[in-house]
């Protein structure tokens, strides 16, 4: 099939490579133009397990092109819409200018029958405009909320838990057809598909993040709790996990979630809410984003509690800057964030990250950045793993404790094995845990 991927950041570049890698016939579409030469020569102009591999593959069988012409889009029976949907600035909805600026462009290429499959997180009602903006071109609008996964991206795009398609009133059979013909390798596999009409899908997509956020922010409030009352969050969180109805994943109690698409998106959906009159049902969401960004000053506060009172003029070696591991994506990072913090509260930080460097240096060129572990932790008074790295989830606590100028180690996203850590002579801290404290106090 004749397809266009239109926006090809984290999420369309993923899509449109694995689309050729499913047969289909690709042009993938960007107004960046760095961005687009640099996937066109195989190059993914940011860090996705598998997908330098992907790229090449795809490229090599000659089913996939990168443009920067609009008019490269005629021809294609299906268009999917991946730009991106940041909040606005200062407001918490949704920035739409480049999803109305992607469907202008591409209104004059439409030809009657052509489907444009929506991607992008958007608020509800976003769809039913568009397609009432495309009317006259006789071309059909639906939505396919992506649920992908940074890190997983290319396994999530293929092999996804479910597809969800939002189809227009008007000729539902028509579309779900088409899209079904995208999928038909994915469905083939087993993957259910969810139909339903454009408002659902577009909420299924705003309900799945609002719920993972208040995962994440329900574990973190209840960390707030066991450091008010001596209590160990792991192992409240692997009890209350066992529970087949609540489940292990997404309780883990740390620095919170971040990136690019939760905060935005639970942000988005308040003032969608609100715009309805439905803002009360979210109300909320307000405090699952407040929960979040408190452990965030909380792991400064934490850093400042181990250095007795003050960060001014100490040497804090940062590991981790990208949101979460297996990315370089630093959108709203918690870890950078921390690192941001204690800079400016005096501290010498010295940051280090597999992957994000470059982007994080981009956003916070002021922060000093090394190459390597050993460079970042060189006579430390204290160490901050912020993002859980395998690379510092396997780190030797006897070995780094040679070359720090103290052992203090401030566990921002509970990933260490706090016993092999106190064993190597560290004092180590961690969100929710003041147990970890007394036993050190006791030591
Ligand atoms: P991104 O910023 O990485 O990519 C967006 C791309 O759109 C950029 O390359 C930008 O240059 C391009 N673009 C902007 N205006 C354009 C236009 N008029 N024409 C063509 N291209 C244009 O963002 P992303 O992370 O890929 O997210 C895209 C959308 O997908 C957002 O709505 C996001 O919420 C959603 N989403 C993202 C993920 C994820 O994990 N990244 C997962 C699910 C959903």
């Given at each position: 099939?004749?397809m266009?991927?239109i926006?090809?950041g984290?999420l369309?570049a993923?899509?449109?490579?694995s689309?050729?890698?499913?047969g289909?016939d ?5 107004v960046d133009?760095a961005?687009i030469a ?8 940011f ?6 591999e992907?790229?090449?593959r795809?490229?090599a069988?000659g ?20 730009v ?20 202008d ?10 489907l444009?499959?929506?991607?992008s ?6 769809a ?9 071109t006789?071309?059909?609008?639906a939505?396919?909320?992506e649920?992908?996964r940074e890190g997983?991206?290319i ?7 479910r597809l969800?398609?939002g189809?227009?009133d ?27 009409d ?33 209590a160990?969050?792991?192992q ?6 066992h ?13 919170g ?7 935005k998106?639970i ?12 803002d ?6 307000r ?17 400042r509690?181990a ?6 003029g ?20 918690p870890?950078?964030n921390?690192?941001a913090?204690?800079a ?7 940051c280090?990250d ?11 060129p002021e ?11 060189r ?7 912020l ?9 030797d ?23 092999a850590w ?7 801290r961690?969100?929710?845990r003041?147990?970890?404290?007394r ?5």
């Open positions: 099939m004749r266009t991927v926006g090809c984290y369309g993923v899509h449109a490579a689309m050729a890698q499913l289909h690709v042009v993938g579409i960007d133009e961005k640099a996937l066109a020569g195989g190059l993914p102009p860090f996705e397990p598998g997908l330098p992907l790229l090449d795809a490229l069988t089913r996939l092109r990168f443009s920067t012409d609009m008019a490269d889009a005629r021809g294609s029976a299906v268009h999917f819409v991946a991106g949907t940041p909040q606005q600035p200062g407001a918490l909805a949704a920035d739409l200018t480049y999803v109305h600026a992607a469907i462009a591409l209104a004059p290429m439409l030809e009657p029958g052509d444009v499959a929506g991607k997180t958007v608020p509800v009602g976003t039913r405009a568009i397609a009432a903006r495309l009317a006259d006789g071309a059909l609008v939505w396919n909320p649920f992908l997983f991206a396994q999530d795009t293929l092999h996804p838990d969800v398609y189809l227009p008007e000729a539902p059979d028509v579309a779900r057809a088409v899209l079904d013909e995208v999928y038909a390798a994915t469905i083939a596999d087993g993957t259910p598909v969810v139909a339903t454009l408002e659902t899908a577009e909420l299924v997509k705003s309900a799945a993040n609002a719920f993972l956020a208040t995962k994440i922010s329900f574990i973190n409030a209840m960390a707030e709790v066991c450091e008010a009352a001596g160990d969050v792991t409240l969180a692997d009890a209350i996990g529970d087949a109805r609540i489940g292990r994943r997404f309780l883990n109690a740390g620095l979630f971040g990136g690019g698409c939760l905060p998106d942000r988005a959906f308040m003032a969608r809410a609100g715009e309805l009159g439905a009360q049902a979210l109300t909320f969401l405090e699952v984003d407040q929960i979040n960004m408190r452990r965030r000053s909380r792991a400064v506060d934490l850093a509690e250095l007795d009172g003050s960060v001014l100490r040497k804090i070696a940062v590991l981790g800057l990208a949101f979460k591991p297996d990315s370089d994506d630093v959108r709203d990072s870890a950078l921390v690192a913090q204690l400016l509260q005096g501290a010498a930080v010295l280090h597999p992957r994000a460097i470059e982007p994080a240096r981009h956003r916070f922060l000093a950045y090394v190459e390597t572990v050993a460079d970042a932790v006579d430390a008074d204290a160490v901050l793993v993002t859980e790295w395998d690379e510092y989830r396997e780190l606590p006897v070995a780094l404790g040679q070359d720090v100028a103290q052992r203090i180690v401030i566990d921002g996203r509970n990933c260490l094995d706090s016993g106190r064993a190597a002579g560290w004092r180590y961690a969100l929710g003041p147990r970890e404290a036993a050190l106090q006791a030591a």
